[in-house]
C-alpha cells in the first residue's frame, strides 16, 4: 500500500489573493509559455519570504533575475517569465502588490507650488482600472511597406536595462576620473555612446514583427536589422515615433493630487520600480 506523502500543513500554503485579466489577454506569448484559464482570469498569489529577500538583492535586481522569479512565483500560470510581453509587466507588478501587501501604497509627494511635502495614498485597485492596452494590433504604412510591431519581452528589456546601466556608469566614471588625458576621456565617452545607440537599434529591430513589401513579409531578423540600419532618417523617425506614440499608450497615467496644504492640483508621474515598489 502505497505511503499517504501528504504535508499535513499544506492547508497553511499560500491562496490566490487576487485574479486579473492580462492587458495583453494572452496574446504575444510564444506556444506553451502561458497556461491560460478558460475565463481569462490570471490567479496572483502573495510573496513568500524568498521573493522578497530575492527583491532585494542588488545583483538579481541588475541582472532581471529577481523579476522573473517573481513572476514564477507569484504566477505560476506563466511558464517563462522571460517571454512575458512588455504590455503585461505593469500589471503583474501592480496585482502582486495587492497580493502581498493591500491595495493601498503609500507615496512621499512634493507640492510644485507650495513645496509642501506630503504623504499621498494610492489605491492600485484603481491603478489597475485605469490601465489602457497599447496597440500594438496597428501596422504602419511607408510608401509600398507595412511594417507590424510586437512588445519586448522581459528577457528583450532587462538586456537592453543592463546595457544602458553599464554604459551611463561607464560615462560617469569615465568624466569623473583623474589623471586621465582628456583625448582618452572622449574616446571612452564616444565608445559609450556608440554602444547605447546600437541598443536603440536593437530594441527597434526587436519591436517590428515583420515587413511586408510587395505582399511578401519579411520576418527574418538579420534582414530587419539590415533594414533599420540603412533607411533613411526620415523613414527611420517614422518608425520611432510610431512605437513611441504605441508604448506611451500603455504607460501609466499619472496621478492627480491636491496638495492639502495649498489645495494645488497636479499631476504625479507613477511609475512602478523593482527597487522600492515592494519594500
Known amino acids: 500500500m502505497a505511503e499517504n506523502t501528504s504535508n499535513p500543513l499544506q492547508k497553511y500554503f499560500r491562496q490566490p489573493a487576487i485574479y486579473v485579466v492580462l492587458p495583453s489577454e494572452g496574446r504575444h506569448y510564444p506556444p506553451g509559455t502561458l497556461d491560460m484559464p478558460t475565463n481569462g482570469e490570471i490567479p496572483i498569489y502573495p510573496m513568500t519570504a524568498m521573493d522578497e529577500i530575492i527583491s ?71 491603478v489597475i482600472d485605469q490601465y489602457t492596452i497599447a496597440d500594438y494590433e496597428t501596422a504602419l504604412t511607408l510608401e509600398d511597406l507595412v511594417i507590424a510591431f510586437r512588445p519586448l519581452n522581459y528577457h528583450e528589456i532587462s538586456k537592453s536595462a543592463q546595457v544602458q546601466f553599464a554604459q551611463q556608469k561607464k560615462l560617469q566614471m569615465t568624466s569623473q576620473a583623474e589623471g586621465v588625458a582628456d583625448e582618452d576621456k572622449l574616446k571612452a565617452m564616444s565608445e559609450a555612446l556608440t554602444e547605447v545607440t546600437k541598443m536603440t537599434m536593437t530594441t527597434m529591430v526587436e519591436s517590428i514583427a515583420s515587413v511586408v513589401v510587395n505582399g511578401q513579409p519579411v520576418t527574418d531578423r538579420v534582414q530587419i536589422n539590415d533594414f533599420i540600419t540603412n533607411i533613411d532618417r526620415t523613414m527611420y523617425g517614422k518608425i520611432r515615433d510610431h512605437l513611441t506614440k504605441i508604448r506611451q499608450t500603455g504607460e501609466m497615467k499619472p496621478l492627480s493630487i491636491t496638495c492639502k496644504d495649498c489645495e494645488h492640483q497636479f499631476e504625479q508621474p507613477f511609475t512602478l520600480d523593482m527597487t522600492n515598489f515592494f519594500v
Open 56 to 126: 532585494r538583492t542588488p545583483d538579481a535586481l541588475f541582472n532581471g533575475s529577481a523579476v522573473a522569479q517573481l513572476f514564477k512565483s507569484c504566477v505560476p500560470n506563466i511558464k517563462d517569465p522571460w517571454a512575458v510581453p512588455q504590455i503585461d509587466i505593469d500589471m503583474l507588478f501592480t496585482a502582486i502588490r495587492i497580493a502581498s501587501y493591500g491595495q493601498d501604497l503609500e507615496l512621499t509627494v512634493t507640492c510644485p507650488k507650495c513645496s509642501e511635502v506630503q504623504d499621498y495614498t494610492v489605491d492600485l485597485r484603481q
